[in-house]
C-alpha cells in the first residue's frame, strides 16, 4: 500500500514536499506513510490519489483497502527479527489474489515441508545461526496460511523435473516433501504442473520467479529470489514479461492431472 502511494506521487511529478504541501501537512509525513511507518486512513488514500490526480476507481478503492493492515498482519511480530524484505513478500502473498510460482531446482517456499525448508536455510551463505534458520523457517510455515484459509488464495506452480529429483535434506525429506506437495495437488484451488527434462528448453530456465496478481493490475507484483533477498518488479512493461514467460512455461509444462502421476513415479523411485 505504501509502495503503490509511493508510485502515484511519482506519476503525478510530485516531490514529497508538494505533496505535502498540496495535502495540508508536513512533507515527512508524507515520506513516512511511503515508508510504512505511518497508518493512514481509507479518506486519507481518497484524498492523496485526488491531489495526484488518479482517476482510476478501482485502483484507489484497492489500495484503500489495504489500510491499517500492516499494524495488524501477523508478520509485524517478525519486525525485528527478520529482514524487512521477507515481510514485504508475506503481506504481498496476504493480498495477492491468485499467486502463479514457476522454479527449476527446489520447491517453492509455500510448498516446503518444515524440514525441507530448514535444510535450504542451513545451506544459506554466509551461514546463518541456527536461532535465525528456526525464526525463517517459523515464518515460511506461517505464509503457508494462504494456501487453507477461507476462502484460499488461487495457487498455479510450475516446478521443472530438476526441483523434484533433488534430495535436499536426503532421501526421507524429499519423500515426505513429494507427498506433501500430491496432496496440495488434490486441492481445488492449486494446480502444480511440472515440466519434465523430455521437455528441452523452456521459457524462463534458470530463474524462478513468482507473480502475485493484485485487486486490480496495477497492483501486480513480481518476485524475484535472491541470495540477497527478495526482489519487487512492479513496472508494465516488466509484469507483462513475466506472464508471458509463464503462459510459455505453462504451455510446456504437462496438465495437473499428469503432474500428479509424474510426481507419483519420482516418489515410487526413491
Known sequence: MATELRKLRERAGLTTAEAGQLLGVKPNQVSNIEAGRAGVSPERVRAMACVYDCSDQAHVEAIAAM??????????????????????LAELEHHATRLRTAVTVHIPGLFQTTEY????????????PP?????????????????FRDPPTPQQVILHEAALRMK?????????????LLGLNEREHIAI?????????????????????GPVPQLDTVNLDQSHGPVFLDAEAQLSKYRVTLDRLEAAALPPEESQNFIHTILKDL
Open 117 to 128: 525448508a530448514r535444510e535450504i536455510f542451513r545451506q544459506a551463505v554466509p551461514e546463518l
Open 193 to 213: 504442473q511440472v515440466v519434465p527434462f523430455e521437455a528441452g528448453t523452456f521459457a524462463g530456465s534458470g530463474q524462478s520467479v513468482y507473480y502475485a496478481e
Open 67 to 88: 489500510t491499517g493492515e500492516r499494524s495488524r498482519g501477523w508478520w509485524e511480530e517478525y519486525r525485528d527479527i527478520l529482514p524487512a524484505g521477507l515481510l514485504d
Open 168 to 180: 535436499f535434506g536426503g532421501r526421507e525429506v524429499t519423500r515426505d516433501q513429494l507427498k506433501y
Open 131 to 147: 536461532p535465525d534458520v528456526e525464526h525463517r523457517v517459523s515464518f515460511r510455515m506461517k505464509r503457508q496460511t494462504v494456501l
